[in-house]
C-alpha cells in the first residue's frame, strides 16, 4: 500500500479503547506488539511507562530502531509503591506522569497511545479514574488507547472497546527462573 493511502485509512478510523489486565504475563508485550503492528501500517505510536524509570529495557532498544514512528518514554519514580501503600511522594509523581500521558493522549500526535501499568497506578488511587475517564473521552477521534496493568478499575472497564484478561497457569518465576533479557525485559 501506498504511504499516502496508509495515512489516509488511518485518519479515517475510529480510535478504541482497549485494556488488558490481569494477573498473568503478557499485557506490557501485547501491547507492544500492537505497536509493531501500527507502526508497521504507517502509525505512530507511544508507549508511556508508568512503573518503569531510568533502566535501559529491549523495548527501549527497539523503540530507537523504530523511532520516530514508535516512542517510549519511562514516566515512573520506582515500584515501591507496588507494596500497596504509595508515599505522597509516589502520588506526586504519578500526578505529573499523568500531565505527561495526557499531553500525548490528547495531542493528535500519535495514532496509538499504550498507558503501560496505569491500571496499577489506578487501583491504588494515585490517581482518579474520572480524570483518566474525561481524558479519553476528550481524545482525537481517531486515537486508539490501551491501558495495562493488573486490576483495572471497574469504571475503565465498563467505557472499554477490548477487554483482554491474562491469566497465570504458569510461570517460570514459580520455579526459580529469573527473568531474561529479550523475553522479559
Not at 491504588?124 to 479514574?129: I, T
Request: charged share 25%; glycine share 8%.
Amino acid at each position: 500500500m501506498h504511504e499516502s493511502s496508509a495515512s489516509a485509512e488511518v485518519s479515517q478510523h475510529r480510535g478504541l479503547i482497549q485494556v488488558y489486565t490481569g494477573d498473568g504475563k503478557g499485557k506490557t508485550t501485547a501491547a507492544l506488539g500492537l505497536c509493531m503492528r501500527a507502526v508497521g501500517s504507517g502509525m505512530r505510536a507511544i508507549v508511556l511507562q508508568f512503573m518503569k524509570a531510568g533502566g535501559t529495557t529491549s523495548e527501549l532498544r527497539s523503540a530507537e530502531r523504530l523511532s520516530p514512528e514508535l516512542t517510549i518514554r519511562q514516566l515512573g519514580r520506582s515500584p515501591s509503591f507496588i507494596t500497596g501503600r504509595p508515599s505522597p511522594e509516589d502520588i506526586e509523581h504519578a500526578k505529573h506522569a499523568w500531565a505527561d500521558a495526557r499531553k500525548a493522549v490528547l495531542s493528535g500526535e500519535y495514532d496509538l497511545v499504550v498507558l503501560d501499568e496505569l491500571n496499577v497506578v489506578l487501583d491504588l488511587g494515585m490517581l482518579s479514574c474520572e480524570e483518566v475517564i474525561e481524558c479519553l473521552k476528550e481524545r482525537p477521534q481517531h486515537v486508539e488507547v490501551v491501558l495495562t496493568g493488573r486490576k483495572a478499575p471497574k469504571a475503565i472497564l465498563d467505557m472499554a472497546d477490548l477487554i483482554t484478561e491474562m491469566r497465570c497457569i504458569r510461570h517460570p518465576y514459580e520455579r526459580g527462573i529469573p527473568a531474561r533479557l529479550g523475553i522479559e525485559y
